[in-house]
C-alpha cells in the first residue's frame, strides 16, 4: 500500500490548519531535501487535487494567515528554480510536478482573492520574507491590487474603522 500521510496530511489541513500546518512543518524538516519535496508535492496535490479538481473539500485553510503559511511552505520545499517549463515544448502530459508547481500558485492566487485587511497584511509581509526575492516585487503589485479592491466595497461604519485602527491594520 503506499504511504497515505501527504493525503492523510491533507485532509487534516483541511478541516483543521492551526495544528496540521505546524506538524507539517516539522515532517518535512526531518525529511531528506528530496523525500520532502516529494511529500510536499504529494501534499500539495491531496490538498487542492490535480487538473480534474479531486482536492480536498471542507476548506478550513482558506482565510489569509493560513494560505500564506502553506503558500511559503511550498515554496520551500517546491522550489521555482526546479520548476517545469512546458512552454512551447510540444505534447504535454502533466506529472505530480506540474500539478505541485500549479497547487503551490494556486494558494497565492486564493491569497490574493481573500477580501480585507489580514489578506493585505499577508501579502505586504509576503513582499519582505518571500523564500524567491524575484517574486517580493510582484507581491507589492498584488497587495496594491489587493487594497484597491478593498478600498472599492462599500463605505465602512465607525466601528468598522475603530475596529481596523485597534487590530492595527
Known sequence: MKDQRPRWFSLWA???PAAAVPAL???LEALSPADASAFAQLFIVALLGD???TGTRAGAYRNAGDLKRLYV???RY???DEDIDRIGKGVYSPKLRDDAQDGRNTL?????????????AA??????????????????VRARERATRDADEPLWTVEQVRDFSTKGG
Open 78 to 80: 517546491i522550489r521555482t
Open 108 to 120: 497565492f492566487n486564493m491569497l490574493v482573492e481573500v477580501p480585507g485587511s489580514e489578506a493585505y
Open 51 to 53: 487538473r480534474h479538481g
Open 73 to 75: 511552505l511550498m515554496h
Open 123 to 140: 501579502i505586504k509581509a509576503l513582499e519582505e520574507e518571500h523564500p524567491e526575492p524575484d517574486y517580493r516585487r510582484w507581491m507589492a
Open 14 to 16: 483541511d478541516t483543521n
Open 25 to 27: 512543518e516539522r515532517h
